[in-house]
């Protein structure tokens, strides 16, 4: 399904090196030509703007500051995350949660219990879940009004990390959080603390350990096997329980934290023709989920009647979880 954007106007920033990287790399997947990860102003000048630094005065996504205890605690989360994600648990885990026999409740409830989540791998933010996703669709709604249902995927796209939750089997942070790859084909060099993967049983096996492994070039990223969590879990529940979410939405979800792809630029060879344009929309969405991570907090009661009409236009009553 193919979705245009009206008039976004594109406003080029001072970039990192590393985001200039990004913008080579990704170049042919650009937004009507415009630079992704700078920001984006409407017709009247009322624009997101990305913040430099993040809540703890750090840039974003700083995976170096090895003095910091919360970057010990995440290193430590990504060296358990890369050890244990392999094709064996990933595809243990599609087949315990496909089951969706955990709960039956409502999208809004589910992001009432995320309140309970404080994601350890996350070096830019410890609030809970649900002001992150009230920030970042709040951030979208002001520059894309039109786009109801980038709003409502803003909203629920980490609404699967309740999977860490003792009633939802009560998953280790390393399955649950934190960016994505694939598994089944080599560990890119673009993931962060990729020197972990060495102690992955994956890595020495001969059948996942070249490019594209068991997949061919190509093949669509809906034939890829992704390291289980909760982006994973959050579009099976879409899926499975009919939501009408276009396949920009659900791409979003399932993909918002493949870094190496949507960030560095890597992975691509495994994309089809839908999954680039796709893309296009993760990059849109990327600038807010990253950078509207702040300490300044949404007042729920006075936005939530706005996004239960959206869940209402885009989800049944109650899901099964």
Request: proline share 4%; aromatic share 12%.
């Amino acid at each position: 399904m193919t979705i245009s954007v009206e008039n976004p106007i594109f406003v080029v920033e001072k970039v990192s090196a590393f985001q200039k990287k990004s913008e080579d790399k990704t170049g042919e997947l650009k937004l009507d030509g415009g630079f992704l990860i700078a920001n984006m102003a409407t017709e009247d000048n009322e624009t997101f703007l990305a913040p430099e630094m993040n809540a703890f005065g750090r840039q974003f996504r700083d995976y170096n500051d090895a003095e910091s205890e919360r970057q010990k605690s995440v290193e430590e989360f990504y060296r358990l995350q890369h050890i244990n994600q392999t094709v064996d648990f990933v595809t243990k885990m599609r087949a315990e949660y496909g089951k969706l026999d955990k709960m039956v409740m409502s999208i809004w409830e589910c992001c009432e219990l995320l309140n309970e989540v404080v994601d350890e791998s996350d070096p830019d933010l410890d609030e809970p879940q649900i002001q992150h996703l009230l920030q970042s669709a709040e951030a979208i709604r002001k520059d894309y009004p039109n786009e109801d249902w980038l709003h409502l995927t803003a909203l629920i796209h980490d609404l699967g990390k309740v999977i860490t939750l003792p009633q939802f089997g009560g998953l280790p942070q390393w399955a649950v959080v934190g960016d994505t790859f694939p598994v089944g084909c080599a560990f890119d060099e673009s993931n962060v603390h990729h020197k972990y993967f060495m102690e992955n049983p994956d890595f020495h096996n001969k059948a996942y350990n070249t490019k594209t492994g068991i997949y061919s070039e190509g093949c669509g990223l809906n034939n890829v096997m992704m390291s289980w969590g909760h982006d994973d879990y959050m579009y099976m529940v879409a899926k499975e329980n009919g939501s009408t979410l276009p396949s920009a939405g659900q791409f979003i979800i399932r993909y918002h934290s493949f870094y190496p792809l949507h960030t560095a630029g890597e992975y691509k060879h495994l994309m089809n023709e839908e999954d680039k344009e796709n893309l296009k929309w993760l990059h849109v969405f990327n600038k807010y989920d990253l950078y509207s991570k702040s300490k300044v907090h949404v007042d729920v009661e006075k936005v939530k009647p706005y996004y239960m009409s959206l869940i209402k236009k885009y989800f049944p009553e109650n899901l099964r979880w």
